[in-house]
């Protein structure tokens, strides 16, 4: 990437990042080695973003009105990159605080501004309580309600599939507050402390329990506690797709390409399907560039970042597909750590076509939204 940020180039910030990470970096890989599971993963972030936000490098990108030091998206999306490419961080955790972070910072009153710092610099983990048992791909046809009193609301309901809700102090819930599908959602920012709330990590295949299904019982919520709009709930949950698609996506890729270049320097996997890997990660890189630069000119396109998901699904699955099943390595049955990880890797990179709305919605949003096709007989 190449660009100028206001006062600060794209170029000058990654060679302030990449001096920073050879300064910090082996302190914090060492670190990263000690974390043996989901707590231990947890620990090492909140100490990697604490580190960021107190050195300066990790404000870049964000808005100064929240602590930041200003500047375009592009700016978060080098250091994420950079850091993906050296393995320094775990991808489902440093994620979330992108995807929240950014949309409450733009939608938030000033009244909720003040907590957005704490999350940014690893003081505090919030979660995202969209999916419902009965609504994930039909978001708009959630149920958990949230009805008014005096001074605010009482919510009833169930979430699930809840990333890391059991770490989290606070969460971003689209509640129901209107009758009218999506017109009727609004989100609300809940302490996590609230009497009412029961969180019970659910056991994921992969190893590690990163999902919860949240229970509210006459949760009392503030009045004050309103993101954005009373009914524009809508509005927020398309932010936090934009935030998704962008320096996330970025990150991601970086990470995948770094696993990609370790794969062929193994010599363990076939070339023929490491060729087919290559081209899908190229592919997504080239798109996510584009959608970056986009992101940064204020020209993102909710529809067509439809296309940046199943690009990103397609080539994490294909990588680990090669690395599995085309590998010289019996990663299926090995003893060694590096098998275990191969292992994890493999099973979460099915969930890929699933998380922030699988692969047909997304290939159904192209076809209607993009390319103008009519809509299927039902
Ligand atoms: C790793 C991971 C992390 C997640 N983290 C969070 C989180 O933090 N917070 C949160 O709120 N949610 C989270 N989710 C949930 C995620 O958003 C939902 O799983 C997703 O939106 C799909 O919803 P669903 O699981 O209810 O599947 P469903 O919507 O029930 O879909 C089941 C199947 O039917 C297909 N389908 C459904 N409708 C159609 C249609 N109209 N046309 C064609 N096919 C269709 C789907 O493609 C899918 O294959 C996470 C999911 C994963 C895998």
Sequence with gaps: MSSLVGERTVEAHRA??????ERDGSSLSASRSLASDLNGEMAYDRHLARTLWADGIGRWGWPESIGGFGGSVLLRAVLAEELAR????????????????????????????????????????????????GAGSDLAGLATRADPIADGYVVNGQKVWTSLAQFAQRCVLLVRTGTEGHRGITALFVDMDSPGITVRPIDCMHGEDEFCELF????????DRVIG???GGWSVAMNVLAA??????W?????????????????????????????????????????????????????SSSIDKVLMATAERSLFDALMLHSSRSSLIGNHHQDARARTEFLYSR??????????????????????LPRGER
């Design 16 to 21: 302030d990042v990449v001096a920073w990470i």
């Design 86 to 133: 050296r393995d320094l961080v775990h991808q489902n955790i440093r994620l979330m605080p992108e995807v929240l972070g950014a949309p409450v910072a733009a939608m938030a009153s000033d009244g909720l501004l003040p907590f957005v710092e704490p999350y940014l610099s690893g003081q505090e983990w919030w979660c995202q309580g969209f999916s419902e048992p």
């Design 216 to 223: 509210f019982d006459d949760v009392v919520v503030p009045g």
């Design 229 to 231: 709009e009373v009914g």
């Design 244 to 249: 998704e698609r962008a320096s996330i996506f």
């Design 251 to 303: 990150m991601r890729s970086a990470w995948l390409l770094g696993r990609f270049t370790a794969a062929v320097a193994s010599g363990d996997v076939s070339d023929a399907a490491l060729g087919e890997v290559y081209l899908n990660l190229m592919m997504l890189r080239s798109r996510s560039r584009e959608t970056q630069h986009a992101m940064a000119a204020g020209r993102f396109d909710a529809a």
């Design 351 to 372: 969930a890929a076509t699933i998380y922030g709305g699988t692969s047909e919605i997304q290939r159904t949003l192209i076809a209607q939204r993009v390319l103008g």
